[in-house]
């Protein structure tokens, strides 16, 4: 249906946008914490030492910016009986570490050079950047993580998860829905869903551990060759498949053997209760085209 | 898995509650407030004790007043008793932290826990002690759990399919299949269940399809595992695959009740 000038304007009326726009000073080392029931969550980063804060909300919605030395807290209460909803644009120190969490919203970072724990119930959480940690839960929705230089943390119950050309240390755990690591670098990866695809591509490092588990679905590896590593499959209806020539060293029934690539220094483990298990190598020209 | 890379000293998870009601000592707490630095899920740990501790202390005066059969473990502390909770529940291991209902024990006869007027705070009161105690449990097994502490016949499972040093939920007993489902598990998810349904009107229809979609899979994956080991009881990777599918529907339990609580 298309809205006449005049049908927009009554509507914009109707909805009666306000509109918060307020920069705060801020110490080095604060952290921003953002507390919301709806709406949207848009981080951004700059250079100065202050925290812009523009949210759109509407007339019977407040947004309180209150500031200690240590946190700067962004929060907003309703009208009884009104929605709590805000649309936030909040441009941060790229160091300031963020908190952000509530209720059914997406919620947006780009640029942070700082740990980021961000949770929510219903949306997308996209973040690019982060430093130290990154922590992100969420029960219905993508999760998505690129560029990080941190140790990552994703629990999600319903929602694809997806990592990209990231360094540090992966836990990522989901119920339903795919774990997708990309270009990834890592010595301790641990990858969990029940019913979604696992694809990990990246090196994998002498001494580290990587664990990798789905019930239904595919895992799939690409790693590069000259790997060194005790690989441990498992599976109890799936096929195994590996681009990588082994000896099996210990057969324990069908589906369940071990075998070692170089010295074997890093732990693989990659189990699928029915899914099959992909072992590929970065060049191998069978594989080259797949994905 | 964040055990290894920050190398914690391991009597830290036995200690968090203390930290929390602020009885350790000024170099204990400096210790401690180094390692937290270093250490995610022990900063975890302490935000959820912390939380349990800030919550019931704002309803102190409606429990008191509300239910006198309450006042006795308010006044038990408690983080001591979230914590006691956990402890309990790694008695033995794979254990999962006791149900809201194991709260009263030592308390007057009278269910404050059946009180009407007290269901909507003990709901929230439920899940942050059982998510605590999680937390906590979870801290309690990273911080003690990769070099094999605590997990006393680990090894005797162990071979080139399983090492022992594996950080991941194995049953611990050498002449069991599988874990197999306490009471206090049992009646943990039946708790959380409970609070699922009683709090579904406060969830939007697509979120409570998704939870219920993403739970009807691991059940279906816990079913499957029994059917499994059924089939082939000395098969440890289907054992340990059941263990960790139960853990995970009690976590996805606590994430769906976690959900609802946001809302009420």
């Known amino acids: ?291 | 898995m964040t055990g290894a890379m920050n190398e914690p000293r391991d009597e830290w998870a036995d200690r968090l509650s203390e930290y929390v009601d602020g009885e350790l000592t000024a170099a204990e707490t400096a210790l401690l407030e180094a390692h937290l630095a270093t250490c995610a899920r022990c900063r975890e740990a302490v935000g959820e004790l912390r939380a349990v501790v800030r919550w019931l202390s704002e309803h102190a005066a409606d429990v008191g007043h509300a239910g006198s059969g309450a006042t006795a473990p308010l006044a038990e502390g408690w983080t001591r008793l979230a914590a006691r909770i956990a402890a309990d529940g790694t008695a033995r291991p794979g254990a999962p932290p006791v149900p809201i209902a194991s709260m009263t024990r030592g308390a007057p006869r009278r269910s404050w826990t059946r009180d009407p007027a007290l269901r909507p705070w003990l709901a929230a009161a439920a899940a942050l002690v059982l998510a605590a105690g999680s937390v906590w449990l979870a801290a309690r097994d990273h911080l003690a759990g990769e070099r094999g502490a605590g997990r006393p016949v680990a090894s005797a499972r162990s071979s080139p399919t399983r090492p022992a040093s594996r950080p991941r939920e194995t049953s611990a007993d050498a002449s069991v299949a599988a874990w197999v489902p306490t009471a206090q598990y049992l009646a943990a998810v039946g708790d959380l269940e409970r609070m699922l349904r009683d709090g579904r009107d406060h969830l939007r229809p697509e979120t409570i399809r998704a939870i219920e979609q993403s739970l009807a899979n691991i059940d279906r994956a816990i079913a499957e595992s029994e059917q499994a080991l059924g089939a082939d009881p000395a098969n440890d990777f289907v054992a340990d695959y059941l263990d960790a599918a139960r853990r995970r529907k009690l976590r996805a339990l606590r994430r769906a009740t976690a959900a609802v609580n946001a809302q009420t």
């Open chain 1, 1 to 291: 249906m298309l809205l006449t000038p005049a049908v927009a304007m009554a509507a914009l009326v109707t909805l009666q946008i306000a509109h918060t726009d307020t920069t705060v000073v801020v110490r080095a080392g604060a952290r921003l914490a953002v507390d919301l029931r709806g709406g949207s969550i848009d981080v951004r980063t700059w250079d100065r030492g202050a925290v812009r804060v523009v949210a759109a909300h509407s007339e019977q919605v407040a947004v309180h910016v209150e500031s200690t030395a240590a946190v700067l807290s962004v929060r907003s209460a309703a009208a009884r009986g009104r929605n709590n909803i805000v649309d936030y644009q909040i441009t941060v120190p790229r160091a300031m570490s963020l908190t952000l969490g509530g209720g059914d919203i997406d919620i947006t970072v780009a640029g942070s050079e700082a740990e980021i724990a961000a949770n929510n119930r219903e949306g997308k959480i996209s973040v690019n950047g982060g430093r130290g940690v990154v922590s992100l839960r969420s029960t219905h929705g993508e999760v998505a993580v690129a560029n990080a230089r941190a140790r990552i943390e994703v629990h999600a119950l319903n929602g694809d998860i997806a990592i990209t050309d990231a360094i540090g240390d992966i836990e990522a755990e989901n119920a339903d829905g795919s774990i997708t690591l990309t270009r990834v670098d890592a010595a301790r990866v641990s990858a969990t869903t029940v019913d979604g695809e696992i694809y990990y591509e990246g090196p994998i490092r002498d001494g580290g551990r990587y664990s990798f588990t789905t019930h239904d679905n595919e895992v799939r590896l690409v790693i590069p060759g000259g790997v060194n590593a005790t690989v441990t499959v498992a599976t109890v209806t799936g096929e195994f498949h590996s681009d990588f020539p082994y000896e099996v060293r210990e057969q324990r029934g069908r589906g369940r053997f071990s075998f070692v690539l170089g010295n074997g220094s890093a732990l693989l483990e990659l189990e699928s209760f029915e899914g099959d298990i992909k072992l590929g190598r970065r060049d191998a020209p069978s594989r080259r085209e797949e994905r």
